[in-house]
């Protein structure tokens, strides 16, 4: 089936490190792709997003590339913080058979980062 | 903050009863989409509402309905609950059904 997932449940940094979350994809027609941040008793929180035209965009202290030849997806975090740590999801945007859009997340690597 | 909110915070039931979840999005979004995230996993999509129709819906059965409102805000209904649905429900709002979505606080039900 189609699904987004990641290739590391979890990841543990030091304080000032860059950080590297990987995440493969599955359905060659996705053209929209959003990471989000989620901490412990929260909903997901909007980090970044991609469109399938581009292969790399960058926010602040965040990057994302896109591989479209080997559907893969990769969250960059510089100079990591311990307010960082949280669940990063990758999520894949799918039309539904009404026009409307689904998003298919993975599971989710959580990242720690000590000081 | 999102600006989307959600309420109840928390909810328990009993099996076999009925609930009702909340959701109002956020100021000029008109679309909303309903998620449900099991302990230790990623959301799973359940349905969307654009314009008070549904739009999408996922691998959820009919026992899980839903409204959207002329203000666009939002209702999750789940009849004859079961163990299972116990998970945090989130709720998300985008200006249009293909554009960036916006998630709440989430519900936690839990299920007795």
């Known amino acids: 089936g189609e699904s987004v997932g990641l290739h590391l449940p979890t990841l543990s940094v030091q304080e000032g490190d860059n950080s590297i979350i990987n995440c493969a994809y599955s359905?060659?027609?996705?053209?929209?792709f959003i990471w989000y941040k989620q901490e412990s008793g929260k909903g997901p929180q909007f980090i970044i997003d991609?469109?399938?035209?581009?292969d790399k965009r960058q926010g602040q202290r965040v990057t994302v590339l896109l591989n479209k030849t080997v559907k893969h997806l990769s969250l960059q975090i510089a100079a990591t913080q311990p307010g960082d740590s949280a669940v990063y999801f990758c999520?894949?945007?799918?039309?539904?058979?009404?026009?409307?859009?689904?998003?298919?997340f993975g599971k989710g690597t959580t990242l720690s980062v000590s000081s | 903050e999102t600006g989307v909110t959600q309420s109840p915070t928390h909810l328990i039931k009993t099996r076999g009863q009925q609930v009702t979840l909340r959701c109002s999005s956020q100021s000029g979004h008109n679309t909303v989409s309903w998620y449900q995230q099991a302990l230790g996993q990623g959301p799973q999509f359940i349905f969307q509402y654009y314009r008070e129709e549904e739009n999408g819906r996922g691998n959820f059965p009919p026992r899980f309905s839903g409204l959207q409102f002329p203000n666009y805000s939002s209702e999750l209904n789940v009849n004859a609950l079961e163990l299972d649905d116990s998970a945090l429900y989130l709720c998300?709002?985008?200006?249009?059904?293909?554009?960036?979505?916006?998630f709440g606080p989430g519900t936690r039900l839990l299920v007795l």
């Open positions: 999520a894949e945007s799918l039309l539904t058979n009404q026009a409307g859009t689904a998003l298919i």
């Open positions: 359905n060659s027609a996705s053209d929209y």
């Open positions: 998300a709002s985008s200006p249009r059904p293909q554009e960036t979505q916006y």
């Open positions: 991609i469109r399938s035209n581009m």
